[in-house]
């Protein structure tokens, strides 16, 4: 399946890279696509749909904030 291209936003000295939402199926490519970009921390907005495992093995920290303004974001 293709997927979208992953978009990057610039705010003064933040930046921000929106991407799709992978699976487990398609989680061996993730990290190498986000390490193109220099994400070192990744906000998860949705259900998992992946183990954070692999993507936390490549250095890169994981966040869970599901999109819902009632609940706190689980740092």
């Known amino acids: 399946m293709n997927r ?4 990057e936003i610039s705010c003064e000295n933040m930046r921000f ?7 487990s199926a398609t989680l061996n ?17 949705c259900d998992a749909t992946y183990d954070k495992a692999p993507v936390e093995k490549e ?5 869970d904030c599901l999109a819902n303004m009632a609940e706190p974001c689980l740092y």
Do not use: C
């Open 4 to 7: 979208p291209a992953p978009v």
């Open 17 to 23: 890279l929106v991407t799709h939402n992978p699976t």
């Open 29 to 45: 490519e993730f990290p190498e696509e986000l390490k193109k970009y220099g994400v070192m921390t990744l906000v998860r907005v």
């Open 59 to 63: 250095g890169i920290h994981l966040l």
